[in-house]
Every structure is written in C-alpha cells, then in structure tokens.
C-alpha cells in the first residue's frame, strides 16, 4: 500500500473495479496469505496455452460424445454382470498426457546476432533501406509496402501503430488478430478494449501512450509469429521506438517479451521486475497480454500490480540520464 499511498480509499477501488479486480475484505484476526499460483502452467479447465493465446476448447458435441460413450460402456457391463460373466482382467488406466505445455523459441534464433544492439536501429540486408533515418510517414510508408516476408501475402492490411508519437509509455504488443488486421490499428478487438480500461484504470488515456507490435501483419490463422518474421520486422519496430524516445517500455504477452528479452522464460517468470532495454537503457516492464487476461481473470491482479508499478515510475522525478529522454 506504500506505492499507493495518498491516494483516496474510493479512487482506488474505482481503479480495481475498472479492471475486474475483486476486492476482499479481510476478516479480523491477521492477513490471510493466498495460495501462490503458477501462472505459466494454467489449469486444464481454462484451456490457455500460452499469456497472449489460446488453444482449441473442448466443445459440447465432444462433450456429449464422451458421455454417451461412457453411459454405454457402462451399460454393456452392467449386462456382463447380470449374466455372471468372468470379469474382465483389470487394465492399468494409462496417465493422461500432461498439459500443453508452450514450446519456446529455441535458443540457437538468437545464436546469430546475440551481440544485436537492440537500440542502434540494425537492421537485415533484405531491409537495408534507411530505415534507421525515416521519419513518420517515411517509416509508415515503408511498412504499407514491406514484403519481406510471406505474411505480405495473406495480409488484409499492415498495422503500423497508433498513439502519442512523444509518449513517456510505449507498450509494444505481439502481432495483430482479426480485428486489428480490418482496422489497421493495433489493439481494437476485446483485448484492446481491457487494455483501454487498464490503462485508463492507472490514469493514462489510450491516446497518450503509443502502442504498437511486434510483427506489423496478421499471421494466417493468428498463429504464433516466428522468429524469423519477428527479426523482418524489427527495424521497423526500433525505429518506432527510436522516434517516439519513451521513458517506459511495457511488454504485453509472451512473444513481445521473449522477442524484447531475447530469451524463452515464461512471462510469470519475467513480469515483477525492471530490465533496461538497449543501449539507452530504457526501463522496461513485462505484463500479461489482455488476450489471457480475458481467459485468465485470476491473473488481473497480477498485471495491475504491474500497473501501478508503471504509474509509480511515471509520478518519479526525472534522473539525469534516465530511460531515453
């Protein structure tokens, strides 16, 4: 509560509501320490496979399959039964396969440029192109007519970014979906409407933050990016944020995060602390994608701790040479 001291009782549980957060109240006799919850390995109930995605759900008409071929098992030998029939030797009932678990990028992607300066604006010899001098429209430009990679082909637009080109808050998503892909602009389906309301909760308008993604077209199928497209895209991205110059990176999901990082650790294992982002050193912060929030409403409480963290780096006094500005 230090972090949020001053502010009004009433404000803050505005805050919490306007992200789904439940409030408890506690009762007397001494806090009650919550079970902890590893968030990188969700409960088969929820079917999430990754903090950003998603897998296929059971439906109801497996559901029903599976019910009707258990009421008729059951049937046949409850009539072995009846007839004294010799049972049937008991069989070891296999363990079921364990949950999915998220394949990481493997290491060696990033074997060949592990020395990459991820603020000097280097770039492939397929984008060599001066991208590191473009300004605004240039870059957006260069984006709109980028084929270096086959999502060119499958794309209905690009989705170059959208918000405060001076922001202090840069948060950097992972590839447009669906909606984003129609639109244009990154962030606009239901993730991007609880994205809206976090930052909203903390007091930061979407307006004035600049957002934009990794990888600037939609895979087929809203597919995981691979690595190779993710690099395609990436002087595009620096130079983004070379040009908006934020005080704060936020990392949403686990591809931006293990794209950023250049690591596989799962996001439940990066969010909480600070890393410092390039040779400017800019903080940066990871938190949960909105996507997995909506299927993992638990884990809110968890990325607005990751907020309020974000609005106390904010509210702190500018240090020389802090962050890029």
Not at 78 to 88: C, G, I, K, L
Not at 307 to 319: C, F, Q, S, V, Y
Request: glycine share 8%; hydrophobic share 40%; with cysteine.
């Amino acid at each position: 509560m230090s972090e949020m001291q001053g502010m009004e009782e009433w404000r803050r549980h505005a805050y919490l509501e306007a992200m789904g957060v439940t409030l408890w109240e506690l009762r007397s006799g001494g806090a009650i320490q919550p079970p902890l919850v590893a968030c990188d390995e969700p409960a088969p109930a929820l079917a999430v496979d990754q903090e950003g995605g998603g897998v296929e759900r059971p439906n109801a008409q497996d559901a029903a399959a599976q019910g009707a071929e258990v009421q008729a098992r059951a049937s046949v030998e409850s009539e072995a039964v009846n007839q004294q029939a010799p049972p049937a030797p008991a069989q070891d009932t296999p363990e079921p396969p364990p949950w999915p678990d998220v394949a990481p990028w493997p290491d060696d992607v990033w074997a060949a440029d592990a020395e990459l300066d991820l603020w000097s604006n280097t770039i492939g010899e397929d984008q060599q192109g001066g991208v590191e001098q473009m300004d605004w429209p240039a870059l957006q430009a260069a984006v709109v007519g980028c084929r270096a990679c086959g999502l060119c082909e499958t794309r209905t637009q690009t989705v170059f970014g959208v918000g405060n080109q001076e922001a202090d808050l840069m948060i950097v998503g992972e590839a447009p979906g669906a909606d984003e892909d129609r639109a244009g602009e990154p962030f606009v389906g239901r993730a991007g409407q609880l994205l809206n309301r976090m930052l909203a909760a903390i007091g930061l308008p979407r307006e004035q933050v600049y957002i934009a993604n990794v990888l600037k077209c939609r895979p087929p199928g809203n597919r995981d990016p691979k690595p190779e497209e993710a690099l395609q895209c990436e002087a595009f991205l620096l130079r983004q944020m070379e040009l908006v110059r934020p005080r704060l990176i936020l990392s949403v999901g686990r591809i931006s995060a293990q794209h950023l990082l250049r690591t596989d650790t799962s996001v439940g294992r990066l969010r909480g602390r600070w890393f410092d982002f390039g040779a400017h050193a800019v903080p940066l912060r990871v938190t949960y994608h909105p996507a997995y929030l909506l299927r993992s409403p638990e884990q809110k409480a968890k990325a607005w701790d990751d907020l309020t963290e974000i609005r106390r780096r904010l509210d702190a006094p500018r240090t020389p040479g802090q962050g890029a500005g």
